[in-house]
Nanobody
């Protein structure tokens, strides 16, 4: 049974930091490109960051470049998103995604709220 379980969301003040984690199981994690997406109220889901299977290539949305860092630990089947200098516009539900060819898995999401 495939599972992607996100954790680490919560309420943080502007300028603060959070680290999201996504624990994967039920598939060969090391073969998959992993990504973090987010969906704010009333908006479409958007890619935040992605990382290739061996971690050699990362990709970021322009809005988070220089503030967010994606990483993965294939030994722990976990992908992370370190979020620094958070802004109110980063408020959204953050989803973990695993992709290999046409195979696509999603987590249920974790809410990040940036507010004073």
């Amino acid at each position: 049974q495939v599972q992607l379980v996100e954790s680490g969301g919560g309420l943080v003040q502007p300028g603060g930091s959070l680290r999201l984690s996504c624990a994967a199981s039920g598939f060969t994690f090391s073969r998959y490109t992993m990504g973090w997406y987010r969906q704010a109220p009333g908006k479409e889901r958007e890619l935040v960051a992605s990382i290739t299977s061996a971690g050699g290539i990362t990709n970021y949305a322009d809005s988070v470049k220089g503030r967010f860092t994606i990483s993965r630990d294939n030994a722990k089947n976990t992908v992370y998103l370190q979020m620094n200098s958070l802004k109110p516009e980063d408020t959204a539900v953050y989803y973990c995604n695993a992709r290999f060819g046409w195979v696509d898995y999603w987590g249920k999401g974790t809410l990040v709220t940036v507010s004073s």
